[in-house]
């Protein structure tokens, strides 16, 4: 299982950016909810936004209104579009993904950097 995430860069604040994330070598249906997290140098690492298999999505308080996640599980990937994005956006982010009946997520990408200048 490979979850090979894409889209960081460097923007100015106030831009956008678009992440994804694609599985491969999984079954169907495999993850029941899939999600984005990200962690800043000297910060833990946070849950920026999740989805679940149909659909139902959540966000950290810093970026709601800001960013959104979406998925596509015919294609096994998921999204996330960030707007207005902040110096304080800054960090690698990492997808992942929670199979059924585990309480935590269980599989990671590599991660993928975002910065965001001043």
């Known amino acids: 299982v490979q979850l090979q995430a894409s889209g960081g860069g460097l923007v100015q604040a106030g831009g956008s950016l678009r992440l994804s994330c694609t599985a491969s070598?999984?079954?169907?249906?495999?993850?029941?909810?899939m999600g984005w997290y990200r962690q800043a140098p000297g910060k833990q690492r946070e849950l920026v936004a999740s989805i679940t298999m149909v659909g139902n999505t959540k966000y950290a308080d810093s970026v709601k209104g800001r960013f959104t996640i979406s998925r596509d599980n015919n294609n096994n990937t998921i999204y996330l579009q960030m707007n207005s994005l902040k110096p304080e956006d800054t960090a690698v982010y990492y997808c992942a993904g929670k199979t059924w009946g585990v309480a935590d997520f269980n599989y990671w990408g590599q991660g993928t950097q975002v910065t965001v200048s001043s």
């Open positions: 070598g999984i079954t169907d249906r495999m993850f029941y909810v």
